[in-house]
Every structure is written in C-alpha cells, then in structure tokens.
C-alpha cells in the first residue's frame, strides 16, 4: 500500500507565509514527477507547481515568483514554500505522485488535501 499525506496548512493573513509538505509512504521503489493542485470552493481543480525526478520545475502563473516546489528524494519528501500569499490562494492543496511501487508497479497517487485559508 501506498499513500502521500499533506502537511502544513492552515490560517495565515495576506502576505504571510506557509510550507506544506508531501510524504510518500509504503512500498516504493522510486517516485516520478511530483506535484501540487489545489481546488477553492466553487471552483476546478488546478496545477500549481510540479517537479520531476531530476528536479526540473514548471509553476502556474499566478503563483510564479511566490511559491517554491522542491522535493527530497531521500525522504521521498516534496514542499511548497508559499510566500507573499493572497486570499485567492485559499484553497485545499493536494499532492499528488506517478511512481512505480517495488513489484514494478506503475500508480498515480493522491493524498488527502490540506486546507490553507488565506485571510485580507
């Protein structure tokens, strides 16, 4: 079995900061590309940053300049550093990983979501 699980949400005011966290757990035997989506009320879910094995990065662009994806492959471990955040960026924010278990499975794996609420 395999699972990712958020952490690292919560309440901050405009131009306040968060980072969020992705663990990935159980039989792995190694994690692709890697990302985070968030979904606010009402409203599609959307890409907001994703990072591959090696590292590379794309971001949507209305969190460009402002939101950091990195991962630790050791740990099997990915982060958003949110920073100079917006009330249109609350939302529920949910990892999400293509990675090949240790039979050599391919799974695409999502976690639970972790709400971040972001105040004027």
């Known amino acids: 079995q395999v699972q990712l699980v958020e952490s690292g949400g919560g309440l901050v005011q405009a131009g306040g900061s968060l980072r969020l966290s992705c663990v990935a757990s159980?039989?792995?035997?190694?994690?692709?590309?890697m990302g985070w989506y968030r979904q606010a009320p009402g409203k599609q879910r959307e890409l907001v940053a994703a990072?591959?094995?090696?590292?590379?990065?794309n971001y949507a662009d209305s969190v460009k300049g402002r939101f950091t994806i990195s991962r630790d492959n050791a740990k099997n471990t990915m982060y958003l550093e949110m920073n100079s955040l917006k009330p249109e960026d609350t939302a529920v924010y949910s990892c999400?990983?293509?990675?090949?278990?240790?039979?050599?499975?391919?799974?695409?794996?999502w976690g639970q979501g972790t709400l971040v609420t972001v105040s004027s």
């Open positions: 999400n990983a293509g990675l090949y278990t240790n039979g050599l499975k391919y799974l695409e794996v």
């Open positions: 159980g039989s792995i035997f190694s994690i692709r590309a």
């Open positions: 990072i591959t094995s090696s590292g590379s990065t």
